[in-house]
């Protein structure tokens, strides 16, 4: 009897790890699946260049700065550390410098999406250690920044790591601002300048104080910063709003003025008040306000302490998302002009062809990308030909493959190509069968908008007169 009892606790015992073990692979599952659009972010161990025994802890400590500074400023996946620093032992060899083809290795094999990556040396001689890492984004293929801090091998060297963290993050949230879709109000930071000065003398330090201010500001967290003037500029605000935001600003009427700014979209703002030699900042964000001050002649240190901690307590975190890839929309819309020449029997009697071309490309599916053509001719006189206008249509199937600064897709359809061709004795009308293939390489200079450029070939079936064109496109990109 005690040894079913001993049984029947063990399959109970069993049965609730099964349950745990299950619930947990449930909510990671969950988790993943509503974070999908998240950036896998892998941090490496740095690689100690000089195998120096004495300086293995910043091997660790760099990667935990740069992840604990990136945990407070962004949200993202955090790639598992140890598949990481395989695959950067695997592929990394010591080399003078990390290259794009190895960074893409070891963030194919870590399955990263933003690998930071880096080493460190000890310059003996100099009594210095040099630090260098840098970002690399997959989709894009490329790096997106590169750091470099030297410290004396002293104490200064663990705010030396600190500083490099915060310049790796800021490098980060500078290509989050770029990659990110949105208005431009989602990523304004208004400094906000009270006129609580009586004399110009006070301006004149108030206005000093602020341009201080926005470089700092600009250089912890990369924005669009302003004053409330360049404000009322910029967004051609009317002068009755004017009057009315620079009353409360006098009043400091804190509430009020964060309403006021809402009203045009930023909830986002720091409210600088400067009088009686003290800076008072209020930084103000949709759910949250904090206040920070310091004495006009502060350190810099001391502002930046301020700045960052008014910062911590109100600044939402940045999603750092996947970046788009070469086709991430739904319709790519080609709309341009080409130029061609004809081969083969009656296409070599006609002249160069030019005329507008259109070409739509649809994503369906990854792996299924239908493509629509169609393009107009007007033939210049060659010849007995005195002139011939006519257009073809084909539909067909592409892929698309590159990056999101770039793309090219080839594709291959069938359709039809009709003409009227006009000679010095009479005109005929053609209907004929043909096919078509190609490539369009597309440089994407913006998130909706790009240029490409596209050659194809055109096989017109007539069994008597078969014709062979060449063509060429310009063509101006929108994305759907």
Same mark, same amino acid.
């Given at each position: 009897?005690?040894?079913?009892?001993?049984?029947?606790?063990?399959?109970?015992?069993?049965?609730?790890?099964?349950?745990?073990?299950?619930?947990?692979?449930?909510?990671?599952?969950?988790?993943?699946?509503?974070?999908?659009?998240?950036?896998?972010?892998?941090?490496?161990?740095?690689?100690?260049?000089?195998?120096?025994?004495?300086?293995?802890?910043?091997?660790?400590?760099?990667?935990?700065?740069?992840?604990?500074?990136?945990?407070?400023?962004?949200?993202?996946?955090?790639?598992?550390?140890?598949?990481? !620093?395989?695959?950067?032992?695997?592929?990394?060899?010591?080399?003078?410098?990390?290259?794009?083809?190895?960074?893409?290795?070891?963030?194919?094999?870590?399955?990263?999406?933003?690998?930071?990556?880096?080493?460190?040396?000890?310059?003996?001689?100099?009594?210095?250690?040099?630090?260098?890492?840098?970002?690399?984004?997959?989709?894009?293929?490329?790096?997106?920044?590169?750091?470099?801090?030297?410290?004396?091998?002293?104490?200064?060297?663990?705010?030396?790591? !600190?500083?490099?963290?915060?310049?790796?993050?800021?490098?980060?949230?500078?290509?989050?601002?770029?990659?990110?879709?949105?208005?431009?109000?989602?990523?304004?930071?208004?400094?906000?300048?009270?006129?609580?000065?009586?004399?110009?003398?006070?301006?004149?330090?108030?206005?000093?104080?602020?341009?201080?201010?926005?470089?700092?500001?600009?250089?912890?967290?990369?924005?669009?910063?302003?004053?409330?003037?360049?404000?009322?500029?910029?967004?051609?605000?009317?002068?009755?709003?004017?009057?009315?935001?620079?009353?409360?600003?006098?009043?400091?009427?804190?509430?009020?003025?964060?309403?006021?700014?809402?009203?045009?979209?930023?909830?986002?703002?720091?409210?600088?008040?400067?009088? !009686?030699?003290?800076?008072?900042?209020?930084?103000?964000?949709?759910?949250?306000?904090? *206040?920070?001050?310091?004495?006009?002649?502060?350190?810099?240190?001391?502002?930046?302490?301020?700045?960052?901690?008014?910062?911590?307590?109100?600044?939402?975190?940045?999603?750092?998302?996947?970046?788009?890839?070469?086709?991430?929309?739904?319709?790519?819309?080609?709309?341009?002009?080409?130029?061609?020449?004809?081969?083969?029997?009656?296409?070599?009697?006609?002249?160069?062809?030019?005329?507008?071309?259109?070409?739509?490309?649809?994503?369906?599916?990854?792996?299924? *990308?239908?493509?629509?053509?169609?393009?107009?001719?007007?033939?210049?006189?060659?010849? *007995?030909?005195?002139?011939?206008?006519?257009?073809?249509?084909?539909?067909?199937?592409?892929?698309?493959?590159?990056?999101?600064?770039?793309?090219?897709?080839?594709?291959?359809?069938?359709?039809?190509?009709?003409?009227?061709?006009?000679?010095?004795?009479?005109?005929?009308?053609?209907?004929?069968?043909?096919?078509?293939?190609?490539?369009?390489?597309?440089?994407?200079?913006?998130?909706?908008?790009?240029?490409?450029?596209?050659?194809?070939?055109?096989?017109?079936?007539?069994?008597?007169?078969?014709?062979?064109?060449?063509?060429?496109?310009?063509?101006?990109?929108?994305?759907?």
């Amino acid at each position: 009897m005690a040894c079913f009892r001993k049984y029947a606790l063990l399959l109970c015992l069993q049965a609730a790890l099964f349950a745990s073990a299950k619930g947990s692979l449930w909510a990671v599952n969950t988790q993943n699946k509503e974070n999908s659009d998240l950036a896998r972010v892998g941090i490496a161990r740095f690689a100690n260049t000089e195998n120096d025994t004495d300086y293995e802890w910043v091997e660790t400590s760099l990667p935990e700065a740069i992840s604990n500074s990136m945990h407070a400023r962004f949200e993202f996946i955090g790639q598992d550390d140890a598949l990481v !620093d395989n695959a950067f032992r695997t592929h990394y060899q010591q080399s003078e410098r990390i290259t794009v083809p190895t960074a893409a290795k070891i963030a194919a094999a870590s399955q990263t999406d933003i690998l930071i990556i880096g080493k460190f040396r000890v310059d003996h001689e100099n009594s210095e250690i040099i630090m260098q890492a840098v970002i690399y984004n997959t989709q894009g293929g490329r790096f997106i920044g590169q750091v470099e801090e030297r410290s004396e091998v002293n104490n200064r060297i663990f705010k030396q790591i !600190d500083t490099m963290a915060s310049s790796i993050v800021s490098v980060i949230y500078q290509y989050a601002l770029q990659a990110n879709k949105g208005s431009s109000y989602g990523y304004l930071r208004l400094l906000v300048l009270v006129p609580s000065f009586t004399t110009k003398e006070e301006r004149a330090q108030a206005e000093s104080e602020l341009l201080v201010l926005k470089d700092e500001l600009a250089r912890q967290t990369p924005g669009n910063y302003m004053t409330l003037f360049e404000f009322f500029e910029r967004y051609k605000v009317a002068e009755t709003e004017q009057v009315k935001a620079l009353g409360l600003a006098t009043r400091k009427d804190r509430s009020r003025i964060k309403a006021w700014l809402e009203h045009y979209g930023v909830t986002d703002a720091y409210l600088v008040f400067v009088s !009686d030699n003290k800076v008072n900042i209020t930084a103000v964000s949709a759910t949250k306000t904090a *206040q920070v001050s310091y004495a006009v002649g502060a350190t810099t240190e001391e502002k930046q302490k301020a700045l960052q901690k008014a910062q911590s307590e109100v600044g939402m975190k940045t999603a750092l998302v996947k970046e788009d890839g070469p086709f991430s929309d739904i319709l790519n819309l080609h709309v341009g002009i080409g130029a061609g020449k004809g081969i083969l029997e009656s296409g070599n009697r006609i002249g160069v062809m030019s005329g507008p071309a259109v070409h739509a490309s649809l994503k369906l599916w990854r792996f299924f *990308q239908p493509q629509f053509r169609f393009e107009g001719y007007y033939a210049f006189q060659q010849g *007995q030909l005195a002139g011939m206008m006519g257009a073809s249509a084909f539909g067909g199937l592409g892929y698309t493959a590159g990056t999101s600064r770039w793309s090219v897709t080839p594709f291959a359809a069938g359709g039809i190509f009709t003409a009227r061709v006009k000679t010095d004795i009479d005109q005929i009308y053609v209907l004929l069968p043909s096919v078509s293939a190609g490539f369009l390489f597309t440089w994407h200079i913006r998130p909706g908008w790009g240029i490409s450029f596209s050659a194809s070939s055109q096989y017109a079936h007539d069994p008597l007169a078969p014709a062979l064109f060449f063509t060429g496109t310009l063509a101006s990109v929108v994305r759907f």
